[in-house]
């Protein structure tokens, strides 16, 4: 078993890496950090619990530690990190520093040149970038992103996609309010009601799908030139990022050749991940994000609504977004990284 | 006092007919229809009232119709329709044959060559198609249409942008339950949830746009050769569609020049017509459905988050979905059908 | 394995028991009927599946039958029914005849004299009621009902509390839309809203409660007189009914006798039956119905928020209304008619 | 014009006090205040306006002040107050002893024995408990208070039923998150949920209610006997607290007694007060807080369902929580105090 860490295990993403990583084959729960209120309490009263699972016992009584190197013990050799983009770069870099590896949920540095930003079944390659980093860096340790919630969701139809040339994306998306925290939108914004913007949220998807589908060439990643133009939109459902997509195509694919393609997408053989990774619908009102958002266990991305258009094709995709765009994808990005012997 | 009839009142959107006709300056209800289960019904009994104003007074012991020419009185001028799109075109052709003037949200027929599809501040002009109409059926009254709800939400900010070489849309929607009546949309199908599928609707924003943006050559619409892709969602909220809409452009205008389009857009000089038509938003977080439905008393179109993009402009719009989308509508053509003369 | 069938088994409550008994370890299904519309049609294509786990591979293309005794296998032992109650007395006398065992969630003829109504945990005894019933009806199956979903979640705690001597109930329940089936609550009445009034559900906890609290004399079920005011609100949950409890007693416990009650009383040894049967929160704000209806896989019954009044005490408990409020209700009946010999 | 402000203006019960005030005949806004955030800036940029309807010109460009009694004009007669509760009584009193006289909705005092609690349909004599207070704590100014809001929604009724002999009252309270104000209640908290708990409202019911339906002896006022248990919840709705009422009566009234009692209660000659107080309805289904939160323009009572029980009657009861349950309430006040000569 490799000893695993949390950074920021008390809120809602942090809850989700211990409900992940309490019933994991191959990772053990050695540390829990939070903010220094928290520290030194037991996790069940520094964590409002808020997840639809009971507490695991295996955590309930564990002392919370402050979010420092010295807290933590020295034999973990992985930590995730869902901390506030305002203090996470300061805080992942004393841990790299320190000699840990660091699976990364937080939005600061994905678009660093010597960041690998990673979905396992989309660039795997892309964490070779680790020894540009360490390098530059002069980190025994090493620090590892996953995109955002929107991208993520998004980002695996895209690679399927690219098999036909992919120019020019639209993309509008229905976002549920576990994106945005515990006490991120507060009902008397969203009860009834839509918000068609979510600060930062556009640029994340535009910038981040173009690093994720590059090419890495040995020494850095060259960016797709693919032009995303994001909306996008909070609306009132719990969990599950619902998109709806136009991507201009250089060929001319029938739906089924669109099927085939996402249907015959690989996946990874890593603990956590799906197979198969796009789950595809042919009705036309699916996926839902209530009734599909569990679909892999939470890991899987489904799609369904395509439609031929004058120059590509229109559908729906749809992932859990605290699962498979968040925590999910931090564990897998681990997985992968112990896998490939970055530990 | 014009005497007016609402064909198929009971339902969500002839309650609204009601709320609006209720409280008109030209306008006076002399004849509510439904179906032959109401028929001999005082209104209050035959409706189950769901607006959250009160029924009015005026209506609440007036004895329900049957939906026949025999049925309503000869002084009738007008008559509002909102029957189901399955019966209503045997139905308003009945009417149209005994001479009345039918204004009608019903769906169908909307696309028909002789028949005007109107939103007054943008077409008023194909209101003459009524000619072509008389000539060709052989009818004393007339039948005209206002477009989808969806449609009427996003038309009047691409008939502004037109001055800018409309060439391509993109639009995603994100519509309230009301649009599908009171018993379209179940509770389970929607709490917690986001349906990516509403039958119909994309073709009909393809079209009913293309037409009503078309010109009236004196004798035929010329559609207008704009291409567009919707994708249409239903979401939690009672009422108020709002939009994503990516329009390209031949010319290249700011922000701005965007802003002023949409401001200087000219309205119409009708009872129910908003002043402006439409309400723009600095903020990058409106329009919002809740907040922004009631503009104009439900009559405006509502729009912000306006973006250049590559080729055009990005922005969202919203109107009140039963108001201006539906009844008020309706209502509005009713009033330019009077001052021009055709009653 | 036994074999056993689904009577109605595509509407809401017959997708539940096909989720339950898909994964059930002595049960197999072996027939799924449903009205003559969808008889004939595979599985998958009768029923709009809605449950969120994916449709079971072991049903999918199974046949719908007709429902009626010719069309269902003679080695079929047990029969679980969730028919409309309009249909159900007819249609479930029926089977009884042909000698099939009915667990029923049907409403009728849940108060009838010779019909065991039953929650194994409270009154398992009640079952031996069957032999009147096949005295006095000449059959050779049995009729069995489980009550009402609101009365369900409920009468464990009333039967904990016994002990301190149970005089009077006023209840509050605040009931989830699945209750009322897929297009039982229409999305336009219950969106950013409370309906206080649920037909017949008030009558039902009152005479149901004192049914299941009664004692089996031998020939009849001896009523306990416990006078139950129930007060039924429909909200905007998907699943879970939450009820707000006062309970008079004769004697005047503590909180902490009350907690002690509830964890002490005494579940059943049945496949399904949760343990404990009654889960208990300190924290004032639990149960809750997002949170807490899954506890026990959904058939344990929550409480909390316990209270001392001046004449007793006042508490909050939950239970998953379509779990254990209907489909895993008739499941226990059904291992409980195993257990003790009925089938 | 009486000469008002409003302290704390820029949260939600703020603004609806600016709603309501910015189109009163008799009160005219002079002074603004906030936080010394929001000091100096104009309201339109101080406050995140959320109201549906737009924020009133007269008030969109005043500057807000520091709320101090320095800050505010000397001219001003009557301040509205909906500052939290942890520093109003500090801030209140400052203003008292200034001369100001404050109509306020936070729940510090509300159970002093000098400090008129005001319902002016109820109690408005114990007004004249002024004279007290200005004796015990020499001001030359006054604090009167609102009740909370769900109390509010339960006592006019309470009151009207106080000729049938009012013993003993059990209420379920099923409230709108709007009564937390903007942030109080996350999203993530309410949807598809519900909270059995709302910290201090159940005490917050027992004890206003008693002190309402007191009598004032000339000296002080004598709390009724009446023994209130409440259930407090919040539920996913953004308007309206709906309330289900047992109370049991030494008298034994027949259902139209009860809607005769309801129908018959006095209401008051004030610019805000409704007419009819409470609003009764037969069908069993009402009243629900959608359909009728904005009765006498949200400052109505609305009830129905009654029945009677073996030793009282049990009914629902609604209001508007922000406006007849807040800001309403306070106003209203403020017109009984113009009125009976206190300013």
Request: aromatic letters at 6%.
């Given at each position: 078993?490799?000893?695993?860490?949390v950074l920021g295990?008390?809120?809602?993403?942090?809850?989700?890496?211990?409900?992940?990583?309490?019933?994991?084959?191959?990772?053990?729960?050695?540390?829990?950090?939070?903010?220094?209120?928290?520290?030194?309490?037991?996790?069940?009263?520094?964590?409002?619990?808020?997840?639809?699972?009971?507490?695991?016992?295996?955590?309930?009584?564990?002392?919370?530690?402050?979010?420092?190197?010295?807290?933590?013990?020295?034999?973990?050799?992985?930590?995730?990190?869902?901390?506030?983009?305002?203090?996470?770069?300061?805080?992942?870099?004393?841990?790299?520093?320190?000699?840990?590896?660091?699976?990364?949920?937080?939005?600061?540095?994905?678009?660093?040149?010597?960041?690998?930003?990673?979905?396992?079944?989309?660039?795997?390659?892309?964490l070779d970038l680790?020894?540009?980093?360490?390098?530059?860096?002069?980190?025994?340790?090493?620090l590892v992103k996953?995109?955002?919630?929107?991208?993520?969701?998004?980002?695996?139809?895209?690679?399927?996609?690219?098999?036909?040339?992919?120019?020019?994306?639209?993309?509008?998306?229905?976002?549920?309010?576990?994106?945005?925290?515990?006490?991120?939108?507060?009902?008397?914004?969203?009860?009834?009601?839509?918000?068609?913007?979510?600060?930062?949220?556009?640029?994340?998807?535009?910038?981040?799908?173009?690093?994720?589908?590059?090419?890495?060439?040995?020494?850095?990643?060259?960016?797709?030139?693919?032009?995303?133009?994001?909306?996008?939109?909070?609306?009132?459902?719990?969990?599950?990022?619902?998109?709806?997509?136009?991507?201009?195509?250089?060929?001319?694919?029938?739906?089924?050749?669109?099927?085939?393609?996402?249907?015959?997408?690989?996946?990874?053989?890593?603990?956590?991940?799906?197979?198969?990774?796009?789950?595809?619908?042919?009705?036309?009102?699916?996926?839902?994000?209530?009734?599909?958002?569990?679909?892999?266990?939470?890991?899987?991305?489904?799609?369904?609504?395509?439609?031929?258009?004058?120059?590509?094709?229109?559908?729906?995709?749809?992932?859990?977004?605290?699962?498979?765009?968040?925590?999910?994808?931090?564990?897998?990005?681990?997985?992968?990284?112990?896998?490939?012997?970055?530990?």
């Open positions: 078993m490799t000893r695993v860490g295990a008390t809120g809602a993403v942090g809850q989700r890496f211990i409900q992940l990583l309490s019933s994991h084959d191959d990772f053990e729960i050695a540390a829990l950090t939070a903010s220094s209120d928290s520290a030194g309490k037991p996790y069940k009263e520094a964590a409002k619990w808020r997840v639809d699972t009971p507490i695991p016992d295996s955590v309930a009584d564990v002392d919370v530690l402050e979010t420092t190197p010295e807290a933590v013990p020295n034999d973990v050799d992985l930590l995730f990190s869902s901390l506030p983009s305002s203090v996470a770069e300061r805080v992942e870099h004393g841990f790299c520093e320190a000699g840990y590896v660091v699976s990364s949920n937080s939005s600061n540095e994905r678009n660093a040149a010597d960041v690998p930003l990673v979905i396992p079944e989309v660039n795997a390659d892309h680790i020894e540009v980093q360490r390098d530059e860096r002069g980190w025994d340790g090493a996953n995109p955002n919630c929107s991208t993520i969701t998004m980002v695996p139809t895209l690679a399927a996609l690219d098999r036909f040339g992919l120019d020019r994306v639209h993309v509008s998306t229905l976002q549920a309010v576990s994106g945005a925290g515990y006490s991120g939108v507060s009902s008397m914004e969203i009860l009834d009601n839509v918000i068609p913007h979510i600060g930062g949220e556009e640029e994340k998807m535009e910038t981040e799908s173009r690093k994720l589908l590059g090419e890495f060439t040995g020494s850095e990643i060259d960016w797709h030139d693919v032009d995303v133009s994001a909306s996008c939109n909070r609306v009132p459902t719990l969990d599950g990022h619902l998109e709806n997509v136009w991507a201009e195509l250089d060929d001319d694919p029938t739906v089924e050749d669109v099927f085939a393609a996402f249907e015959d997408y690989a996946g990874q053989d890593l603990p956590s991940a799906p197979s198969p990774l796009i789950e595809t619908f042919e009705e036309p009102d699916r996926p839902q994000p209530r009734l599909d958002r569990f679909l892999g266990d939470g890991m899987a991305v489904a799609a369904g609504g395509v439609q031929q258009t004058p120059d590509g094709v229109q559908y729906n995709c749809l992932a859990h977004n605290t699962i498979r765009g968040a925590a999910g994808a931090s564990v897998l990005n681990g997985e992968l990284l112990e896998r490939d012997g970055w530990l």
